[in-house]
T-cell receptor, first 113, second 112 residues
């Protein structure tokens, strides 16, 4: 079974530029998550989708971050404009339903300079 | 929210059992205990979860005390590849794994 796919794997941008990350969850997984992991810290949930609807985006900085999950499968996370403090690993994860194990991708590493 | 407490680091000899403790004294009756680990430069990996009964899978065993205030993750024969940060998580709300709140976890070092 293929795992959660993410791209790009690495990205370096200048502050105030924009960046987009793509995620393809495990086939059939209805729930999709985006986490942010700053170096030395545990991952922090940014947004959770159930199919193509948002369940929880309370920790998403909506002035600069946006996410969508069209057709309830793939998802994109966008940052515009980026700040230095956005340097982190952006992890996509999926689960079959809530109350199930969550499977993470390898992450997209963002460096803002 | 049930908060968890884990030791910051532990060492284990290769081939021996690694026993990782976790305290969750404020856990509610319907909240699960989940364990994940994160190997350097990789995304977190699900290990196991449980509610009341002890659980075992191909990766590990989870022992939950009768009062549910603490649990222990057991890796029966640790290998060098088990070196990772191990997170014990109790998602709030009971039965919902929506928001995994990762703490600092336990950094397990398996030594030859």
């Amino acid at each position: 079974e293929a795992g959660v796919a993410q791209s790009p794997r690495y990205k370096i941008i200048e502050k105030r530029q924009s960046v987009a990350f793509w995620c393809n969850p495990i086939s059939g997984h209805a729930t999709l998550y985006w986490y942010q992991q700053i170096l030395g810290q545990g991952p922090k949930l940014l947004i959770q989708f159930q199919n193509n609807g948002v369940v929880d985006d309370s920790q998403l900085p909506k002035d600069r971050f946006s996410a969508e999950r069209l057709k309830g499968v793939d998802s994109t996370l966008k940052i515009q404009p980026a700040k230095l403090e956005d340097s982190a690993v952006y992890l996509c994860a999926s689960s079959l339903v809530k109350n199930q194990a969550i499977y993470f991708g390898e992450g997209s590493w963002l460096t803002v300079v | 929210d049930a908060k968890t407490t884990q030791p910051p680091s532990m060492d284990c000899a290769e081939g021996r059992a690694a026993n990782l403790p976790c305290n969750h004294s404020t856990i509610s009756g319907n909240e699960y205990v989940y364990w994940y680990r994160q190997i350097h430069s990789q995304g977190p990996q699900y290990i196991i979860h449980g509610l009341k009964n002890n659980e075992t899978n191909e990766m590990a065993s989870l022992i939950i005390t009768e009062d549910r205030k603490s649990s222990t993750l057991i890796l029966p024969h640790a290998t060098l590849r088990d070196t990772a940060v191990y997170y014990c998580i109790v998602p709030p709300g009971g039965g919902s794994q929506g928001n995994l709140i990762f703490g600092k976890g336990t950094k397990l070092s398996v030594k030859p």
